[in-house]
């Protein structure tokens, strides 16, 4: 059964810091992983998709890396700003599945 | 349309009443999901739309839990008979291609049982 884990749970930098989250995932064979962005009270807004072929995959100021052979995925986020501030979730769809299966989430908090 | 819409935004209702919530996606896109988000916790699968497939139900927790695709765009999904734990956020997606492409949610409904 994929599980999918977020460390941190919550995270507060102060602004201009870079930040990396994590995500791993228990079952390695993953059609694509996707970041979303939740802010509150709102739905989610997609960020970053990797597709199981890809290393890594860029939108501006977001990085994101997959590796596939340990379970993990790592959204890297440059110079962060309190725009930033919302939680950021990454989802799987387990092996031959075609619904996403989502971690917990990090909560950030960029200080101005 | 450009995005996928939920309505309503926010519904307050009391206990033992029957709730619809609506979801119209992308155009174009054959894949629908439902997901529910309770406070504090993680997203919950409900139910999965494709095509003309018959949807899968796997994720809803009871039998008051429903939900249709009509033509294959416009999703209704049904609570009967609510209850305070059924209080959470309904957030839609809908995809071209299953999770091939990735999901594209809406802004969700806000569910209130009072």
């Known amino acids: 059964k994929q599980e999918v884990t977020q460390i941190p749970a919550a995270l507060s930098v102060p602004e201009g810091e870079n930040l990396v989250l994590n995500c791993s995932f228990t079952?390695?064979?993953?059609?694509?992983l996707q970041w979303f962005r939740q802010d509150p009270g709102k739905g989610l807004t997609s960020l970053l998709l990797?597709?199981?072929?890809?290393r890594e995959q860029t939108s501006g100021r977001l990085n994101a890396s997959l590796d596939k052979s340990s379970g993990r995925s790592t959204l890297y986020i440059a110079a962060s700003q309190p725009g930033d501030s919302a939680t950021y979730l990454c989802?799987?769809?387990?092996?031959?599945?075609?619904?996403?299966?989502f971690g917990t989430g990090t909560r950030l908090k960029v200080l101005a | 349309g450009a995005g996928v819409s939920q309505s309503p935004s926010n519904k307050v209702t009391e206990k033992g009443k029957d709730v619809e919530l609506r979801c119209d996606p992308i155009?174009?896109?054959?894949?629908l999901y439902w997901y529910r988000q309770s406070l504090g916790q993680g997203l919950e699968f409900l139910i999965y739309?494709?095509?003309?497939?018959?949807?899968?139900k796997s994720g809803l927790p009871s039998d008051r839990f429903s939900a249709e695709r009509t033509g294959g765009s416009v999703s209704t999904l049904t609570i009967q008979r609510t209850q305070q734990e059924d209080s959470a956020v309904y957030l839609c997606?809908?995809?071209?291609?299953?999770?091939?492409?990735?999901?594209?949610f809406g802004s969700g409904t806000r569910l209130t049982v009072v």
């Open positions: 997606a809908s995809s071209s291609s299953g999770t091939a492409y990735g999901y594209t």
């Open positions: 079952d390695s064979a993953i059609y694509n």
């Open positions: 990797i597709q199981s072929s890809q």
């Open positions: 989802a799987v769809p387990p092996s031959g599945t075609y619904k996403y299966i």
């Open positions: 155009s174009g896109h054959t894949a």
């Open positions: 739309f494709q095509g003309n497939s018959a949807p899968d």
